[in-house]
Structures are given as C-alpha cells and as structure tokens.
C-alpha cells in the first residue's frame, strides 16, 4: 500500500480581503489530499481580520478538487483550546466545504498553537486515508504561549511536511526560529516559511503557498523513465542510524517507478574514502531485486571523496558495458552530509558530468558545503538543490524530489489551445463503481489543462443506446468548474452504440469549435458497439479529428482499431483500476496533437518585451507565462534553437541572452524571475538596441542561425520606430510583432516583418494572445526551416562502423541519415547521395550514381548491414576522395562535392594527408563528432577551422538528430551559388497557349517566383522581365520594371494566362524588341540571360533557328525547359551550347521545380558565359526543311569545336558529321557504299516523304539497286541498312530492321527522352553515331537448333571445358538433368578481350541471355555477372546485382552523359525472386533506347530507359562476376549474348514452364531446348501444307510487284505506257525479276 506523508501548514498571518483567486495548479487539482486548516481564533486577531482568514481559507479552497476521492478539507480553529469546524469526510463537494467555511464563528482566546498541532495528529489526520498525502495550515497572528517544538517533531515523524505563514511588519528572531519549528525548515530554507505584513496582504502568498503544496502531493511517477544513479555518501559523519534512514529512502524514492528492462533502471554506488559500486543498470533489472540489493547494503565508513565518486559514476556506471541506455535520459542523486577532501576534484568532475548529459540532483544534509552541492546540482540551482536539516527531514523532501523528476520526464501543455471532447461509455455493462472511476480518471485528464475560452475547452458526452451530452464547449469556462461539472454527472445504463455517438459529437459538439484549432477527441468503452462504426469515424477523420481510444476489459481489438487513424491511438487496459497510470502517456499524446512544434530547428529567438507602465504587473504575469509557453514548443539546446529576452521602457535591460540558458528548465526559472520594470515606452530605441547588441556573436547569436524577434508590446511608442524596424528587417531579422489591448495597429505593421498577416497578430487581452500562440510557433518554424530541395549537390556520407558504435546506435545513425535525405530533391539535376562505411576495411554501401529515386534510396539506406572492426578513418576518407568522387561511380563534373563524415572514437590511422587531399579538391567536410571523440582529428578532417560551424559534437547518437537544422543549413549554403549580387537581366519568355493549361500555368507562375527569390533584385544588381506568347507576345513585365523582389512577387501572381497558339519565333523576335525599350545601365556590363518554358511544337519552327542565332548574335544566353510533348531536339535548337546545360525537359509542369537548383548554379556560377552560335546546327536558312546538298553531307570528323553539341537528331536537321571521339574505325565503311552518305530525309510535317533533292534520290537508286540485286539484307559489314519509318512518323536510315517486342513502348512517347520523369538533356543519343558490332558482323551460333548471330559467353571463356576436378569451378546438374552448370566464384574468371569473343566488338542492340543461381551468402552481396569494360576502367556494359535491397542494375556507355556512364535499377517482387537461391533466366532485351528486362519469361513492369552510345574503346575486356565479395558464388547453366535480336525466347528449360503451343521437349543440344511440333493427323498436315503454299505464292508475288513498281519510279516509265504496247519493258522487267533470287520463306 502507498503511504505518503503529511504536510502541516502552521500559518500566522494577519490577512487581507484582496486575495487573488487562481484557477489551481494543474495536475494538482485532482490530487488526492488530506487538507486540514488550523486557524488562529485568538484574542489578538480582530474579528474583521477573522473574516479575512475564513475569505482566505475559502479562496485556498477553490483550488482543489473536492470529492471524496480527490481533495478533503477540515478545518480546526483554535484559541485557548482547538476546536473541529468540520472534519475532512463531514463535506463531499466544494458547495458543502464553501458552507461550512460560512458557518465558523470567532471563538477568541490566548494562542495555543502546540496543543493545536497535537490535537490535529490525534483527532483530524487519524481520519485520514492511508495512501493520501496529508496537509496541515496552521494560522496565528502571534507567538504561541506553549511550546511548539515537541508537537512538530511529533508530525515530522508521522510524515507530515509542515509550512509556517506569520503576519506582521517586524518579525523577531524568536518569532521567526519558531516558524521554522513548526515546517521544519532550516535556517536558510525559506520554501516552507510564508509571511505576510497584514491579514489584508496574505492574498499575495496564495499561487505560492498551493504550489507548494502541489510539490508535496505527488505519489509516484509510473510513466517517466530513467537511468537513475544513486551515489550516496557512506562517510564516517553519517551514522549507522542515519544510514538505515537513507536507505529507507531510497528505497521509497525507487518505488515511485515503473523499474524493469524497458523501464526505469538504477544503480547505487556508496562512497566513502573509496568508491564502491553496489550494482549497476545491467544488474538488476526489477524493482523487487533492486529493493533486496539496497536492503543488504553495508555501510563502509570512510572519508568523503565525492569528486572521485562523480568520476567513477560518469566513466563505469553510465557506460553501455554497464546497462546505460543512450536512448533513455541519464538522471543522478547525489547525497553527502559533509565536505569533500578534494573541491578542485568535484569541480572538474562536476563539469565533466554537466557535459556528458547527465541531470544531477543534490541532497545536503546537516554539515553540508551549499557551495559544493550547488557545483555538483545541475542549473538552476532551485531546481536541482535539496537541503536538510537532518536525516529526519530528507523524507519530507522525497515527494518534492519526485514531483520534479516526474515534471522535468513528462510531457505537459497546461496553456494548450484545443476542443477536447470525452465519448463516454455509461452502458450497464460498466457498473456503478467503475462508473465513479472513470469520473475520476476524466478528471485527472482535464486536471493537466488550463480551461478557458482561449485556452483548452471540454464538452462530455455520454453514450448508452443514444447519446447524450452532459456539458458542451461553452458550458465551462474554468477547470474547477469542468471539473466539479464531471462530479454531477450520473451514471445513465443502457446499450452500446459507439457508430450513432461518435456521429452525435461530430454534428452537435465539433460543430461549435474554434477555427484552426485541433479537435482531439477521447472515446472511451469497455464493450463491442452493437452499430456500425466505419462511416462515423471516416466522417471524423475526414474533418481533422483526432480521434484516441480506450477499451477496458474484454473489448475487441480489430473495433476499437476501426475507430483511429492510427494504430498507436489505441489503449487497452485490464480494468478501470489500469487506466489511472495511462494518464500521464494520454496527456502527452494530447500535448503532441494540441501544441504546435518545432523540433530540432536552428534559430536564434529573442523576444522584446515593453515593460511599460501601460501593461500593468498582472498582464506582464501573463505575458511571461505566455512566453514560457512559446518557448515549450522548440527544442532549446546548444544546436537547436537559443533564447534570449529583453525587457524595455525608457531603459533596456538584458534579462538574459543566447548564451546564458541551455535548458527549457532554466528558461522558465529566468523567466519567473524577472520583474515588470514600469516607465515609458520607447520602442525604437530598443529596436535599435537589438539590431546593433541582440543577435551579436558576443552574445551567443549563432552565424548562419535564423534570427527571429518576438516583440510584445501594445504599440504605443514615444519615439519613431519606422527607421529603426526597416533597418532591422534589412539586417535579415525576421519580426513577429503581437499586439495586445488597445493597440495601434499601424504601429505593429511597422514593427513586424512582410507579409503582415502573417507577422503580425492582435489581441483584445492578455488571455487572448493564447489564440495564435500555435500559428506564430508555425510561422517561426516555417520561415526560418532550410530550403534545400532543389539544391544541386553530390553528398557522401561517411559512417563509422567501428566496433566502438554497436548495431543499435548504427540503427540510430541509419535513421538520422534517411531523416536528412528526405530534406532534398534526389536526381539528375539535383541531389545524388553515396553512403560509405568505414572500420578495419571501407565498403561503399550506395555510390552516388545508385540512385535517382527518394523511396529506393531509404529504402537502401535502412538495409545497410553494421561492418564492425577498427577505426580506419584516414583509408576512408581517402576512399571517398578517389572512389567515391569518382565519375564511375556516379559523382558529376562541376557539381559542389559535400562529405558528411560521423565517427564516436580515434582514427586508428593518419588523417591529415588524406583530408587535406579532399580539401584540395574542393569537397566541403563536415565532421560529428558523438560521445568522446578526439577533436583534434575532428579538426583536420573538416573544410574549417575548428572554431567554424562545420563541426559538431553531440553527446550521444540519439542526439544527432539536434544538429539536423543547422547541418542541413550550412551544407546548403556551401554548394548554393551566390546569387544575391549578380549584374544580369533575366528574361523569361513562357508559352501561354491554350495547351498549358490553368493549374499548370499557376505552377510557371510558382516556378518564376522561386527562381527569382535567390537573387537580389534591383537597379544595380539582377533585373527580371517576363514575356508571355501565344498567338502574339505580350510584355507582362518589362526589364527593370520593379526594382525589389516584393513587387516582383506580386507582379508575377497577378499575370494572367493568355491562351492561344504557339508562335514561338515570333516571340523569340519579339524579345530584341521588348528589351530594346528597357533602361540601360550605365558604367555596368550585365549578362543577358534568357529562359524559355513552352510545352509544345511552335506552328512557326521553320523561323525558329534564325530567330535564335539572332539573339546569340546580340549576347543573350538561352536555357529551354520543354514540358509534356515538347520535342527535345526543339528544345536543342532554341537553347545555347552545349545543351547539357541549357536544355531541361520534364513530364509535366509541377516537375520543373527541380531545375531551379541547377539552373541557379548555371546562372550565377558562370556569369561570364559568352554566347555562341551553334555550329552544328543546320546552317541552311533559307529553307530548312529541306536538305543541304552533298558537299555539306559528307562523313568527315569535325570536332575542332570543343563545345560543339552532340547531334540532335531533329527531323529539320540534316547534317550529319560524326562528333563522337570515340568513333569507330569502321564507321567510315559503315557509313558510306559506293559513294552512299545516308541522311535525315525530312519531316513528316514539313512533307518529308517528297524526296525532291537529287543528292537523295541517287542515295535511294543506290540502296534499291542493293535491294534488288541480292533480295534480301546483305551478311557483309559493308552492306548499307534498308529505309524504315521511325515510329515517330520521321523516316531514317537505320542499320537494320528494327525486330523488337513494342507491347511496352508508349506509341506517342519520345524515342529519346526516358517516360519515367525529369531526365537531362545529356542523355539524348546521337542517331548518326555508328558503333562496332551490328549483328551482321557478330560470329554464327546455333541455338535451340536454329541458326542465329552471337556467342556462347561461356564457351567463349573457355568455361566448358573445364574439367570437373579443376579448381576453378565445377560442372553441376542444372535445371534438369540433361542440363549442366558451372559453379562460378569470385575473381576465379580471368577477363578475356571482347574481341576472342566478338571480333568487332558489342553491338549497340543485343539480347542477354542467363540462367543461373546465387549460392550461399551471394543473395546479400553486390556483385557482377557480366562486365565489359576497358584498362582505364570506362564501363561500356554491365549487370550487377545487390542482394541488400534486392534489385538488379545495368550500366552502359553514354557518351552524351556527363559522366559517360549511365545506371538503371530496377526493384520490384519479381526482381526479388532472383534471390531466392533458385535458378531463374533472365533475359534482358537491349535496345539504344531502353532495356526491357524478362524474368522466366514475366516481363519486369518498367522498362529501363536508356540513351546509351558504345564506343571502340582500346583494351575492352569482358568478365564474370568479377566484381563481389570474395564469398561471392554463382552457378551459371546459360549466359549468351545474340546480336540484334530483340525476340524474347520461351522457358522451356525452366521446370513448370511450356512453350507457346506446346509442352517443351528438351534435346540434346548442352544447355537449350526446343518446342517440338505437336501430333498431328495427316489431313490436318495436308491443310496446312497447301495453306502455307498459298501464302508464300502470294507474298513472292507482292515481292515480285514491289521490285517492278519501283524500278519504274527509278527508270521513269509511264506504268500506262506498259497497257498501250510497252511489252518490251514488261519483258525486260519481268526477266530482271525473275533473275532476282527468291525471297527467304522467314520474310
């Protein structure tokens, strides 16, 4: 059973009828408290003072719950004799004790305070409930003519804590050492002592007096958790009697927890002349063990070495070898009753405690140092230090220790603005008895929350088979009255239908709620709801509220989740008697749902507030408990956000600044102290004050941290504030101005920040401020929170994985490192991220180039393994440097390099040479630092001094996620370029016509908005314009026109969209025009950029690229977003060279967000770009549909140009010189027969299909001569490709006949631009660059009895022939037993030259066929099939696989990319079935274009988009799984590699597979099958035979037709010539054609 103690207030007091009335102190309210009054009815106190002390006690009274399971009040007044007004069960509400307080008489008398106090222990408190705390007042207005001494030893022994309020002017020392008998305080202890100068002036004491009362009620604290330390002092001055009473406490302070595994751990150290560990956290883990252990403690007896003590606890105790949790808060109580022999040792161990986290309590007792014991307590030293007379005192002070443990663990939000609404289940399957529980558990929740109209309402309904409500929203506007609403509520029986109740609070109780206040509803039953549920609670979901639960007994889980969003909302307890410990966990998840938030963020707040005499004392109360409040919603610490406060009138005063606190506690302690000032209001000259002295370094502002000013004040300024605030706001300063009564509002709109509506907010009072308390913590959160989206970085993080770390904390780091990715925008033109991890070895985890998507790169980032080993730092980071950075491994040239280094030890190895190499090479480095690292190492690891914000020391990994905000800041500062001072003019030209569309011409509007913030806008530095075509340009904003970013803003929200066609040269000549007109700058050279955004084909293309050259011809600079059908070789011809930095093209208008990052590193990084012509661009004018002639057409290599552009491949484009360096030998036979140069043969828009150029029409005579000489394609690698149509509608010569599947190929998509998102217009492929290795020139192969182009890898590498005892690998069984494999390891494979297996290298277009199985540990490692690469390691294809995540990559050689190499992944269920240690095949369909993946004959559902070149490369060599762990193992059944045929073959090798038609038949051929043709009856096979015959007899006659009609193109007959008498040409023709062989039956 729980005993508390008893509190017995003497109070001697003359008091006043001015009381202060206070609404209780929450969370004390519903207390359960025996509360007796003793009140002084002596002679010396006048029956007019008397009516005071009864107004006080009834006034004392209003602060407490009074029922008979909360508070219970007696009152005994006493003169020459105690007397009992009425006894603490007499009266069960507050209306019965207010009563009985009315019907005291004045008794009058000597003063008997001892026989009084004796009196209260034997007829008053022995009522008392056991397991309440106990509370005595005792009032007099003079010295007791009896002794006191004995009668408060006697109360101090039955637990009672006791304080003493005296009245009077002059207090003598006798007087005063008597107070201090009766609450047993010590001398300089003055918490328990109240005094008052008269009766008329007690009412001042009253909010201090019941809050400390509230410090003593506290029972226990079931929900807080801890690593609480005990270090007690076993010296020689304590005694053994004494020592027995400090283990006795303790054991009663370990009680008052929840001790278990999950839960609160202790340990006890006792020190004395040595330091002895009694047990540890790892110890004992139950709080029945742990009583047993104190039990059987020895006292040891000794010296007092506490410094030494301190040591041992910080270095052995709160190490995670011994239990310490890094998750769960470290907290100390340290008692000592004497000094310590070495105080410079306490000192320095003290401050070592303070830095490592650890929250210290101190108990002096009796011969204690306060000094010492205020070194070793924990700021503020009112807190955290606890003093005692003696032994005897240190149990009166447990409960305030345990109150501010329990305060300090607890989440709480009495000043919350929220509707809270109880659902109550009064079903007769509830009972009475529990009914009355449950009453009293609502009003333990109400109880933590202030109640009033701007500040936490409370409406109850009650709920049987109807509904009905007990009190609503506006019934109540104070706490008690809630509370003793909830005490008249009865028990009603009936059914259970939660479905028609929460519909009944939905439409008759949130319909009265605040706006943009959160609606928290609380359900509470113990049965299954009789109605449905499911649309009651979508309703209320879908209306925003929040929705908890409680079932008692035996309710049904899957319900009770219908009701929530969320399936943490749910609670579940054995019985009534359980929920009573949930309270603590139900206000905190309340807190979390009503109070706004701004975890983590970096900012340096200051608030001003006017002290003035027009604010009066009592509204500066409420303004610095409103301060507090704001201050509770950020996350105070040394990374996070710092506070500052400034009160001003005619003077200024620093209450304290940034550098002072670290602590929420210690604010709110500096907070409570400061006293209202009165004077004048002179604003401006503490604006002044803070723009030049409140966000200085020197005061612990934070460079790069935002600064935010709060000001406070009614508006009304003697002085001009209007200079003051603009200069302010242009120091960067954001201010929030809140104005409260009669304020001026012109004032405030002066003071605050733009946009006024939301940095400026009014209050009709000092309560009502409460209202936008959550909109102005959002606002500060949003404003000052990192943009870091769009940035455009290459990011690695380099992880310790050292042994030092351990899995949980790597856990932790994991999570840290998603929560940082989520804060940008990952792709091409953005942010590419890399994870290494380091210890004895480093293993690259992700390279940069692995990822283009956010969800694939967490979802990686959570499989990464812990490494374990040594601390290998310096390898690391000279990995990263030459690896990681490196463009094979996706890092891209002329993007910021950023490394985020995390370590918690000492390199094992040297760092500076390697740091330096990095720094050299431009990558910024930041370093953290956890736990104890060497911060010297740290130092030369980062890109800055160690002064500089680039490194960070966190106590321990949980608290890593506290430097997130200025982390994430500084990094986006560094790689950002500096766009603020540029001399430019920015034009946009946007498309306007009808096809963009509303809501996307909303998102260009956006788009200009975020693009131009970056800049500083003005006469002298960056000017904008904005033109607007459709039909016809239209100037919305001309050059220069506004000359600050504000109106810019505004201007660009107010353009309107035009609608219309798209004549984009028109607007391109439009642009000379409309700049022509604007202002020249003077003495001021500035570059002239344009930004063109259409989403469409101009109807005027055949002007574009004259329009163009025009405006490269006078400076402009051009970058072209093309959106949705935009053809990007349009968009090549519009923009400036080269065109991986000027061409973008998205999918969609809401994509084009993600260029801003690059587009701003573009802009401001090369401002003296210089604008060229396009070379490579058609340069015939006059018309270019049409051709240039011959001359301009031939195949020379023309690459003098080094910025010269990769051809485009447009249809009007028709020049087709080689710019590839990596060009083939044998381009030039490839490229050109008998004088043959194939061309682009125009558009099919522009009339390409007439061929009326005779340079063309001798290339086509030429090619059908070819044609119809040989009848079919030519096998010699000089034999010109036949003409196809493109499936774009533009006709082309391609190097053969394009035989691919297309049932995934989107018919109106663009062959060159990827359909899967935002792609860079470096990945467009070249169509006139010709590669080694078409499928004519690759070797002969059989394969599944048929002739085909290609080679057996694995024959090739000579893997067949290797006997089975050969080392190297081994022949196993297969996927049948015919079938036989190869088991493959690691770097057991030499490379071989591409060339032994295809002698004119790897074609362009190929089909990959595998079948094999991982083995062992091979489904968990990152490894490589097949690889084809040259010395120099330039990757021309590859196919990896990583078993982490479960995805397959392929990479090819690109040489429009950056980087030369591009990398596809592909995820998904059906790529995961690759590891499941069976054998599978796998085909992969290689296109230029794209890859489309076959798994077992399943198509994977996305196809990998590719824009892939393949150069000659000198050296190429081909592998098997050469790359992998060295524990990498595969068996291989099949691995070939068929030139040009993109035809998906059948499984039949797999088990369970069938051909097409027919069961599969294996035949003997090693490793392939065949589909055998079924059993068919003769005449089924005749049928088919004369079928077939007919069939071929027709299409050699259209064969035979076709060869005549185009002879007659080419020779120019009149076909009606033949009918009238032309039979010799008839003759002759069908003669040629009958010579011409006959065409191959596979046609």
């Not at 079938?1379 to 591409?1394: E, F, L, M």
Request: aromatic residues 6%; charged residues 20%.
């Amino acid at each position: 059973m729980r005993t508390l103690g008893v509190i017995v207030f003497v109070v001697f007091l003359f008091f006043g009828g001015n009381a202060q009335l206070i609404d209780g102190v929450p969370g004390c309210r519903t207390t359960k408290l025996e509360l007796v009054f003793l009140v002084d009815g002596s002679s010396s106190v006048s029956r007019d003072d008397f009516l005071l002390v009864k107004q006080w006690v009834h006034n004392m009274t209003l602060n407490f719950d009074i029922s008979r399971d909360t508070t219970r009040v007696a009152v005994v007044q006493y003169s020459s004799y105690p007397r009992t007004e009425f006894d603490l069960d007499t009266y069960s509400s507050a209306v019965g004790v207010l009563r009985g307080i009315d019907l005291i008489q004045y008794m009058s008398g000597n003063t008997q305070t001892g026989l009084a106090l004796r009196y209260a222990i034997e007829s008053v408190f022995s009522r008392a409930r056991e397991d309440s705390a106990k509370v005595a007042i005792v009032l007099s207005d003079g010295r007791s003519q009896d002794q006191v001494n004995e009668a408060a030893t006697s109360l101090r022994s039955s637990g009672i804590a006791t304080f003493a309020v005296g009245i009077g002017d002059e207090m003598s020392h006798e007087r005063m050492e008597e107070l201090r008998q009766i609450s047993v305080a010590a001398a300089e202890d003055q918490s328990s002592v109240f005094m008052a100068k008269d009766f008329r002036s007690i009412g001042q004491l009253q909010e201090r007096l019941v809050s400390a009362v509230c410090e003593q009620t506290v029972q226990e604290c079931p929900t807080s958790k801890h690593d609480l330390a005990f270090v007690i002092d076993g010296s020689s001055t304590i005694g053994y009697n004494d020592f027995m009473k400090v283990k006795a406490w303790i054991k009663k302070i370990v009680k008052a927890f929840d001790v278990g595994p999950e839960e609160t751990r202790v340990a006890v150290v006792q020190y004395s002349t040595s330091v002895q560990e009694e047990f540890n956290f790892g110890h004992l883990l139950s709080k029945q063990q742990v009583l047993d252990a104190i039990d059987n403690m020895d006292y040891i007896m000794g010296d007092t070495h506490t410094g030494a003590a301190l040591t041992y606890m910080l270095d052995e105790i709160y190490s995670s070898a011994n239990g310490d949790r890094p998750d769960v808060p470290d907290l100390a109580i340290v008692m000592t009753d004497g000094k310590a022999q070495e105080p410079d040792l306490v000192v320095a161990a003290a401050n070592r405690v303070h830095e490592a986290g650890v929250t210290v309590y101190t108990v002096g007792v009796a011969d204690y140092s306060l000094e010492e014991i205020k070194v070793i307590a924990s700021d503020p030293d009112k807190n955290y230090v606890i003093e005692a007379l003696n032994f005897d005192i240190i149990e009166l002070k447990r409960r305030g220790l345990i109150k501010s443990i329990c305060t300090d663990a607890e989440q709480t939000c009495p000043a919350a603005t929220a509707e809270l609404v109880f659902l109550v289940d009064g079903s007769t399957s509830i009972g009475f008895d529990n009914f009355e529980k449950l009453k009293l558990w609502l009003k333990s929740i109400v109880d933590a929350f202030q109640v009033g109209p701007h500040y936490t309402r409370v409406a109850v309904v009650q709920f049987t088979n109807r509904p009905v409500l007990e009190f609503g929203l506006n019934d109540h506007s104070t706490t008690q009255a809630t509370l003793q609403a909830i005490q008249r509520i009865r028990y009603r029986r009936g059914s259970t239908s939660t479905g028609r109740a929460i519909e009944f609070v939905m439409n008759e109780v949130f319909t009265h709620s605040r706006e943009n206040v959160p609606k928290i509803l609380i359900a509470l039953t113990d049965g299954q709801s009789q109605d449905d549920v499911t649309q009651a609670t979508a309703s209320a979901a879908e209306a925003g509220v929040h929705t908890l639960v409680f079932g008692i007994g035996n309710t049904r889980p899957g319900q009770l989740r219908q009701l929530v969003s969320k399936e943490d909302h749910v609670f579940q307890a054995a019985g009534f008697d359980v929920i009573q410990k949930m309270q603590s966990k139900l206000v905190s998840l309340i807190c979390v749902k009503a109070e706004p938030e701004c975890s983590s963020q970096e900012i340096d707040l200051h608030f001003m507030v006017d002290g003035s005499g027009s604010i009066g004392n009592e509204n500066f109360r409420k303004v610095k408990a409103w301060i507090k409040n704001v201050v509770r919603s950020f996350d105070v610490g040394k990374y996070t956000t710092r506070v500052a406060l400034t009160q001003y009138t005619s003077t200024i005063n620093t209450e304290f600044d940034f550098k002072k606190f670290s602590t929420k506690r210690e604010i709110d302690y500096a907070i409570d102290q400061m006293e209202f000032a009165g004077g004048a209001t002179l604003t401006a000259q503490a604006l002044v004050h803070i723009r030049e002295n409140g966000f200085t370094e020197e005061t612990g502002a934070r460079p790069g941290a935002p600064k935010v000013l709060v000001v406070i004040s009614d508006g009304r300024s003697a002085d001009n504030i209007e200079t003051p605030a603009r200069k302010l706001h242009e120091s960067g300063v954001y201010v929030f101005a809140i104005g409260v009564g009669n304020t001026w509002r012109s004032a405030l709109e002066i003071i605050g920040s733009e946009p006024v509506v939301t940095h400026v907010q009014e209050g009709a009072s000092y309560d009502a401020i409460n209202n936008f308390r959550r909109d102005l913590v959002g606002n500060i959160c949003r404003e000052t929170k990192p943009e870091c989206a769009e940035t455009e970085m290459d990011l690695i993080f380099l992880i310790d994985g050292s042994n030092s770390i351990g899995p949980r904390e790597f856990e932790t780091t994991k999570e840290w490192i998603g929560s940082f990715v989520r804060e940008f925008e990952i792709g091409e033109y953005n942010t590419k991220i890399g994870v290494v991890q380091y210890s004895s070895r480093v293993r690259s985890e992700i390279d940069i180039g692995d990822y283009d998507s956010k969800e694939d790169l967490l979802a990686a980032i959570s499989s990464i393994e812990f490494a374990a080993g040594n601390t290998n730092t310096g390898s690391a980071l000279e990995y990263v440097r030459t690896v990681g950075f490196s463009g094979r491994h996706g890092a891209r040239n002329g993007v910021p390099k950023v490394l985020i280094v995390l370590t918690d030890g000492n390199a094992q190895d040297g760092v500076l040479d390697a740091a330096s190499n990095l720094h050299r090479d431009g990558v910024a480095v930041y370093a953290i630092g956890v736990g104890r690292p060497n911060m010297g190492q740290l130092n030369a690891v980062t890109s800055e001094p160690i002064t500089s914000p680039n490194i960070y020391h966190v106590r321990n990994f949980d608290a890593i996620q506290t430097i997130q905000s200025g982390l994430l800041r500084r990094v986006c500062n560094k790689v950002v370029p500096d766009c603020a001072h540029t001399a430019t003019d920015l034009m946009f030209l946007v498309d306007g016509s009808t096809s963009v569309g509303h809501e996307s011409w909303g998102i260009i509007k956006s788009f200009m908005q975020n693009m131009t913030q970056k800049f500083q806008i003005g006469p002298d530095a960056v000017r904008v314009g904005m033109i607007q075509y459709s039909t016809r340009p239209k100037t919305n904003i001309a050059i220069g026109q506004y000359n600050d970013k504000e109106s810019l803003q505004e201007a660009f929200g107010r353009v309107e969209w035009q609608l219309g066609d798209t004549y984009t040269a028109r607007a391109l000549r439009y642009v000379s025009k409309s700049y022509a007109r604007a202002t020249t700058r003077e003495n001021l050279h500035a570059t002239k950029l344009l930004i063109i955004i259409t989403d469409g084909q101009p109807q005027d293309r055949n002007d574009v690229k004259q329009a163009v050259r025009n405006l490269h011809s006078e400076g402009w600079r051009i970058f072209a977003i093309g959106v949705g059908q935009s053809d990007i070789s349009e968009l090549g011809i519009l923009a400036s060279n080269p065109d991986s930095d000027h061409v973008f093209y998205a999918n969609n208008f809401n994509s084009t967000r993600i260029f801003q990052g690059r587009l701003s590193r573009l802009i401001c990084g090369d401002p003296s770009f210089e604008s060229k012509p396009n070379r490579n661009r058609n340069q015939n004018t006059q018309n270019p549909s049409r051709a240039p002639d011959s001359n301009t057409n031939s195949n020379r290599n023309t690459n003098s140009n080094r910025n010269s552009r990769i051809p485009s491949g447009n249809p009007g484009s028709n020049s087709n010189r080689n710019q590839n360096p990596y060009q083939s030998r044998n381009n030039q036979n490839q490229r050109t027969n008998a004088g043959t140069s194939y061309t682009n043969t125009g558009s099919a828009r522009n009339g390409g299909n007439n061929i009326g150029d005779r340079n063309r029409l001798t290339n086509v005579q030429n090619s059908l001569s070819t044609l119809l000489s040989s009848g079919q394609q030519s096998n010699q690698p000089n034999a010109p490709a036949p003409l196809i149509a493109r499936p774009d509608g533009h006709n082309r010569i391609s190097l053969r006949s394009p035989k691919i599947r297309r049932n995934n190929r989107r018919s109106d998509s663009n062959p060159f631009i990827p359909s899967l998102g935002p792609v860079a217009a470096t990945l467009r492929t070249p169509p006139g660059v010709i590669v080694t290795g078409s499928a004519s020139t690759c070797p002969s192969m059989r394969r599944d009895g048929k002739k085909s182009n290609g080679v057996d890898v694995l024959d090739g590498m000579g893997l067949s022939r290797i006997p089975s005892s050969s080392r190297r690998s081994r022949r196993r069984h297969g996927t049948h037993s015919t079938a036989q494999v190869v088991r493959i390891r690691k770097g057991q494979v030499p490379p071989r030259p591409i060339q032994s297996l295809l002698p004119n290298g790897l074609p362009l277009e190929f089909s990959l066929i595998a079948i094999f199985r991982m083995h062992g540990r091979t489904i968990k490692d990152t490894w490589s099939l097949l690889h084809v690469a040259d010395s120099t390691h330039n990757i021309m294809f590859s196919l990896s696989f990583n078993g982490i995540n479960r995805s397959l990559f392929v990479s090819r050689y690109s040489f429009a990319s950056r980087t030369r190499l591009q990398t596809v992944a592909l995820s998904g269920p059906l790529v995961a079935s690759l590891f499941d240690r069976s054998f599978h095949k796998l085909e992969l369909l290689v296109e230029q274009n794209k890859i489309t993946v076959m798994i077992d004959c399943q198509q994977a559902p996305t196809a990998m988009r590719f824009n892939s070149t393949m150069p000659n490369l000198e050296d190429t060599k081909i592998s098997i799984l050469g790359s992998g762990k060295t524990t990498s193992t595969v068996d291989v059944q099949d691995l070939t590699l068929k030139c040009g045929d993109n035809d998906a073959e059948e499984c039949c090798e797999m088990d369970g597979q069938k051909c097409s038609r027919v069961q599969a038949n294996r035949i003997s051929t090693r490793d392939t099958c065949g589909c055998l043709p079924e059993r068919k009856s003769a005449e089924v096979r005749a049928a088919e035979e004369a079928e077939i015959t007919r069939l071929a007899t027709r299409i050699a006659n259209q064969i035979v037709e076709a060869k005549i009609n185009n002879l007659m193109v080419l020779l120019d007959i009149n076909p009606g010539a033949i009918g009238r008498g032309g039979s010799d040409a008839t003759v002759q023709l069908s003669r040629r054609a009958a010579l011409t062989p006959a065409p191959d039956r596979s046609v």
